[in-house]
């Protein structure tokens, strides 16, 4: 079985596909993917200066992110032709993953994280969608303590997604984070349970 984890900015995804692994689920995350075709060397980054020019690189040749990050997430046209440019890459490369794993471990539990599952149309992926829940309120405050943001700055990345409340309903399965570590780990394992693993 596969699932699609996805959730909002500093909802907890990556808690969440912790407690899973550790449960012994094989985990592909789409953020280090999209990290690795970033690297030097790889076409996907060339292409990326191409169109953002050398300013988004730092002097030893890698890819300057707060600089990109900050193109982007202030301007939706510059996001979707960031989006347009990695995006096919990164999808081949989380199905490759995906179907490896699955034909060689065929009794566990695939998990792929993708934080924009929804917004990317790739729910047809996978079997069942996990989303990792907060409350915005929730979610604002837990970005900009962990990122250092003004309130601004953390409203414009959680804007720049779709709503979490929408990802709640879309969802097949809900793991709310807005507790405490131990309440969540208890969702996890109410989910393993049902799911027949052992």
Request: hydrophobic share 40%; no cysteine; proline share 4%.
């Amino acid at each position: 079985m596969n699932i699609g984890l996805t959730g909002g900015i500093a909802t907890g995804k990556s808690t969440v596909s912790a407690l899973l692994v550790g449960k012994g689920a094989l985990l592909v995350d789409a953020d280090v993917i999209a990290r690795e075709v970033m690297l030097p060397g790889h076409p996907v980054l060339e292409a990326v200066v191409g169109h953002f020019g050398q300013a988004v690189l730092l002097a030893d040749g890698t890819l300057d992110r707060k600089k990109l990050g900050d193109i982007v997430f202030r301007d939706p046209s510059q996001r979707q032709a960031l989006n347009d440019i990695t995006h096919p890459a990164i999808r081949r490369e989380i199905r490759e993953q995906m179907e490896s794993l699955e034909r060689k471990n065929p009794d566990k539990l695939v998990v792929v994280d993708i934080p924009l599952l929804f917004e990317s149309g790739l729910e047809h992926m996978f079997e069942r969608v996990m989303v990792v829940y907060t409350p915005r309120v929730i979610q604002l405050e837990r970005l900009m303590d962990r990122n250092q943001m003004t309130k601004n700055e953390a409203s414009a990345r959680i804007g720049s997604q779709m709503d979490i409340e929408e990802k709640k309903l879309k969802a097949d399965i809900v793991i709310d984070n807005s507790g405490n570590a131990e309440q969540t780990k208890r969702q996890i394992d109410e989910f393993w349970l049902r799911s027949g693993y052992i």
